[in-house]
């Protein structure tokens, strides 16, 4: 989240647009592909969203944002959540604008709800010469009144409480990926409340079926906290990542702050091994957690995923699971 003091700060300090990656700009640059949740819209224009209450509305200015973007190698974003639309249909527009000017990969919002619930194909040059094509859907519960209509821009809103429904159409979005001949397929759900640590049935269901039909990563965002990890069919469910960059009020219990990068290794297409880093925020950007913090999360994430039979390995600071 690139916006409100996270983008005053920037702006005003005139920090480098990198600032946000603190000492992980390094790690993010190395790696083959970077792919996040972008929750807020990259835009000067537009105004508040007033048609139903908004206690928060998150935008950044893209001058510095998109070339943040880029510093780090980001290759795609998710915008299904419940923040692009903070700013209106003007603000939504310029994000993808802007997004596409930069070659960023997208999906999960657009002009319609075709635009919103199409897929995006991007292509990775590995570090082994290797080129990998992954093909990313997208989509949200978050915000129903941000829903793409036929002719109207928005976000791809699934309600996951009608399941029958929501199966369908994630059917329908899946195939339309699986139409760009794919190595990986990545579905990437803006899913529940905020500061909740577990997923509910009915989120563990989808996720189970997602992996049952062949996507081979469920990357999982919007609580604010990270989530246990469960594999299920040898797929990857990150039920939540919890949060990376923002400027968000700190649970001193939840600790909102922690996370983790979430790193997949990819050998002859499929994914062999997830790695966490240890993250935590604060001087309105994301750096290498403190041994404390890091201990903390380490130990949070293992509790959380050891509900699911995922067991991780400690390698120095960080988890590994190889599968």
């Known amino acids: 989240m690139l916006g409100r003091k996270v983008d005053e700060r920037q702006r005003h300090e005139r920090r480098p647009a990198a600032a946000v990656w603190g000492n992980l700009a390094d790690r993010l640059r190395a790696l083959d592909g970077v792919f996040v949740n972008l929750e807020c819209c990259l835009s000067t224009r537009g105004e508040r969203w007033t048609r139903t209450r908004r206690p928060f509305h998150f935008r950044a200015d893209p001058d510095w944002a998109v070339p943040a973007l880029d ?16 700013y209106g249909e003007t603000a939504l527009l310029d994000t993808l604008d802007h997004l596409d000017s930069a070659g960023i990969g997208r999906s999960g919002a657009g002009e319609d709800r075709e635009d919103a619930r199409r897929p995006a194909a991007v292509e990775i040059e590995k570090s082994d010469d290797e080129n990998l094509r992954i093909a990313f859907v ?26 029958g429904e929501a199966c369908e159409t994630m059917a329908e979005m899946l195939a339309h990926a699986r139409e760009t001949d794919p190595d990986l397929l990545v579905a990437s759900l803006h899913w529940g409340p905020n500061m909740v640590e577990e997923p509910p049935d009915h989120f ?8 049952e039909r062949g996507v081979d990563l469920i990357h999982g965002h919007s609580a604010h906290v990270f989530q246990g990890v469960e594999v299920h069919n040898g ?46 925020i604060y001087d309105f950007a994301v750096h290498e957690a403190s041994s404390d913090a890091a201990e903390w999360s380490r130990s949070r994430m293992r509790e959380l995923s050891a509900a699911f039979g995922t067991e991780f390995e400690k390698e120095g600071e960080e988890l590994l699971l190889e599968l």
């Open 71 to 86: 510093a780090a190698g980001v290759e795609w974003a998710s915008l299904a959540n419940n923040h692009l639309m903070d």
């Open 138 to 163: 997208s989509a949200t519960d978050n915000t129903p009144e941000f829903a793409a209509g036929p002719d109207d821009p928005g976000t791809a809103y699934l309600d996951l409480s009608n399941e």
């Open 204 to 211: 563990r269901r989808f996720g189970r079926w997602l992996a």
């Open 235 to 280: 797929t990857p469910i990150l039920y939540d990542c919890g949060d990376f960059v923002d400027d968000y009020a700190v649970d001193s219990n939840l600790r909102n702050d922690r996370s983790f990068l979430f790193e997949v290794a990819v050998e002859g297409g499929e994914i062999s091994e997830l790695r966490l880093v240890p993250t935590e």
